[in-house]
């Protein structure tokens, strides 16, 4: 069993660490968009995004050649390094890269792709997604917000809840209900949705960390013209999920993000002294580190999996579940270990003069809550693989 990167993939490697080095001020020693969303850092964020699209890494996965001829083990890659370094994406969570393009690519008229697909490509027009509703979450196909045909335009009637960045992004990707009467999965259309459309309200929602970082999205009476339908009427459904396989690279850049809060950990465990006595000494202290590592290694083994699986060209569900639900599982286990080594210390927010490790544990512990309900619940991850992994019935 050979798990090596071929020489071209430890280049490229090298080649993203470089970059991170030379370009991104403080060589990526930034704080995740989860823990942070002052209008610095999103600056920050766009003004990184647009070098990562100048580079041509923005698209990588994208079908054909929008993906530049990188392979999918180059994304897995580069996805490891930006985490690791915690390169700032903008608004990575609404989908501009991962999932819009690609399905633009795919469904997208020529009008459409030629009024949208430059600026996603240079990292300029960034979207967020509006899917979830109060009602809708895990049971995403019983979305009721309507978009009714109405001349030369759809008009849009509804709420959507916990849409990242949607007070940041110029775009909406949106599904919304264009046939009440069929089966409920085959009622949904996908559209493109500018989001200063007169009708369009965003309410701020706050999380445990102190950051806004999603929102509620009101519609009332928003006309959005025909052309920006998005494939065919009627199948957003089965778009939206073609458009979700591409979002599950990211599961190694969770467990990238948890790698570096052990390395940071164990150096703040050997210079540390409580009571005199180093903190590395400390036998419970070592043992939960090295239960982390454990943690971190079994995951990295599993994204590496399904990125293999991946590039033999099929569509490992159960793996992606598999994937999804241990490394975010993961951030969550590094900041409460963080915080467990911390002590009183680590309550001190980010500012704080006796904060340590830049208050980015207290942060991480607060906002990672939410990363095994985003995207899918762990609990969903678990239906998925005991019904496609197990072959059990279906709940
Ligand atoms: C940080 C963050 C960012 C997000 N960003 C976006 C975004 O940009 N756009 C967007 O559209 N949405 C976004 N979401 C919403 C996210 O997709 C939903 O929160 C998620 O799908 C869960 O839906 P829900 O919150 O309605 O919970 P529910 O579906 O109501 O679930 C409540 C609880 O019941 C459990 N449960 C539900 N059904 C089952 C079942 N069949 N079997 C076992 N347990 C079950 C769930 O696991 C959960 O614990 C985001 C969420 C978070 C936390």
């Given at each position: 069993m050979d798990f090596g990167f071929t020489p071209q993939e430890v280049a490229f490697r090298q080649e993203v660490r470089s970059f991170v080095a030379r370009e991104l001020h403080g060589g990526g020693e930034y704080l995740l968009d989860l823990e942070d969303e002052t209008d610095a850092s999103w600056r920050l964020a766009v003004e990184t995004t647009k070098k990562l699209g100048e580079r041509g890494w923005l698209t990588m996965g994208w079908p054909g050649e929008w993906g530049k001829g990188y392979t999918l083990t180059q994304k897995l890659v580069f996805e490891e390094e930006i985490a690791y370094h915690r390169v700032p994406i903008a608004n990575r969570g609404g989908g501009s890269w991962d999932w819009v393009g690609p399905a633009l690519v795919l469904y997208g008229t020529e009008v459409q792709r030629r009024e949208l697909l430059p600026g996603i490509v240079r990292g300029e027009t960034v979207f967020c997604t509006l899917y979830s509703e109060p009602n809708a979450g895990s049971d995403l196909a019983s979305m009721t917000t309507a978009a009714v045909a109405d001349g030369d335009d759809y008009v849009v009637n509804g709420q959507k809840i916990w849409t990242s960045g949607a007070h940041r992004s110029g775009w909406g990707w949106l599904a919304a209900r264009t046939d009440f009467t069929a089966p409920k999965h085959k009622g949904i259309s996908n559209f493109l949705v500018p989001m200063d459309a007169p009708g369009i309200r965003i309410r701020p929602l706050v999380n445990?960390?102190?950051?806004?970082?999603f929102n509620e999205v009101f519609f009332e009476n928003v006309r959005i013209p025909k052309r920006y339908l998005v494939g065919e009427l009627n199948r957003g459904w089965y778009q939206t999920a073609v458009a979700l396989d591409?979002?599950?690279?990211t599961g190694i850049g969770y467990v990238a993000s948890a790698r570096r809060t052990l390395e940071e950990l164990v150096d703040y465990a050997r210079t540390t002294k409580v009571n005199g006595r180093a903190l590395s000494q400390e036998p419970t202290v070592r043992a939960r580190l090295a239960d982390l590592a454990l943690s971190i290694e079994t995951g990295r083994m599993l994204a590496y999996r399904l990125n293999w699986l991946q590039s033999k060209g099929t569509q490992p569900n159960a793996e992606a579940s598999m994937v999804k639900a241990t490394s975010t599982e993961l951030l969550q286990k590094a900041a409460a270990i963080g915080m467990q080594l911390l002590?009183?210390?680590?309550?001190l927010r980010p500012g704080s003069k006796a904060a340590r490790l830049g208050g980015h544990i207290v942060q991480s512990h607060l906002a990672y809550v939410s990363m095994t309900i985003a995207a899918g619940t762990s609990e969903i991850q678990r239906n998925i693989i005991a019904q496609r992994g197990l072959g059990l019935p279906r709940a």
């Open positions: 445990m960390a102190d950051v806004h970082h591409y979002e599950r690279s002590g009183l210390h680590g309550q």
